[in-house]
């Protein structure tokens, strides 16, 4: 953990090292108050030995708890992240997580989604495959079939309206269940990086993949537009 502007070093690009947590609930990189974490290398939690709480990890925490300071920063680089829960997670004013670790991450979500910044943090992600359902429809992260969790109200990636997420590389999200665009409207998006009101930039660099039902493509306004139809032809939806 990197707290009061510490420094914790994981590795680096010269010489790598792979992390591994294999209990619930565990926090790879925690950067705290203007402290700042590298992690240089792989990073793989699946719940292997967790019975409970699942699909609740994180890759990368940054927070800020102390007033008149800036919040953490988390750097991952190189590697890959293979993770059940959250690659990133922006809490408080200049907290950020950056995932600048190319696009092979693999996400099986939680009720958390795979990216979330809130109260004015920011997280950018480099790409990768996020799934986002109830029951895991590949292998890349848990065994295909394995139950996750229910997503009926959850988000893939989630950004309030003091925050923000950057998608900088290619971006998959394949998702049967829970809420593509929660409650916003065309200017929270922007296909490339230039707007300063958008919640979320490159937005160009996802491809949604519906590989269920149960998917509410767009909330707005009280009403709930709901695709209830096949998956068929549905491999490139892009915003």
């Known amino acids: 953990m990197g707290d009061n502007k510490g420094v914790v070093n994981a590795g680096t690009s010269a010489n790598t090292t792979t992390t591994t947590a294999v209990n619930y609930k565990s926090i790879i990189g925690f950067a705290r108050d203007e402290g700042v974490v590298n992690i240089h290398g792989d990073i793989e939690a699946i719940d292997k030995n967790a019975t409970q709480n699942k699909f609740e990890n994180i890759a990368g925490l940054a927070t800020k708890t102390v007033a008149g300071a800036a919040g953490g920063t988390v750097n991952i680089e ?14 408080g004013t200049g907290s950020v997580v950056n995932v600048n670790n190319g696009t092979a991450n693999k996400i099986q979500t939680g009720e958390n989604g795979a990216l979330a910044a809130v109260d004015g943090g920011k997280v950018n992600f480099n790409g990768g495959t996020i799934y986002h359902e109830d029951k895991a429809t590949s292998s890349d992260v848990v065994t295909a079939g394995t ?7 959850s988000t893939p990636f989630y950004a309030d309206d003091s925050s923000k997420i950057e998608f900088k ?49 767009r909330t707005y306004n009280g009403v709930t537009t709901n695709w209830t139809s096949g998956t068929t032809g549905t491999t490139s939806i892009k915003k």
Do not use: Q
């Open 169 to 217: 590389g290619a971006t998959t999200i394949n998702m049967a269940d829970g809420i593509l665009m929660p409650g916003t409207d065309a200017t929270n998006y922007d296909g490339g990086n230039t707007s300063a009101t958008a919640k979320y930039l490159g937005m160009n660099n996802v491809t949604v993949n519906l590989t269920g039902d149960n998917v509410v493509l």
């Open 78 to 91: 190189d590697g890959s992240i293979k993770i059940s829960g959250m690659a990133g997670f922006a809490s």
């Open 147 to 153: 139950a996750t969790v229910n997503h009926a109200k």
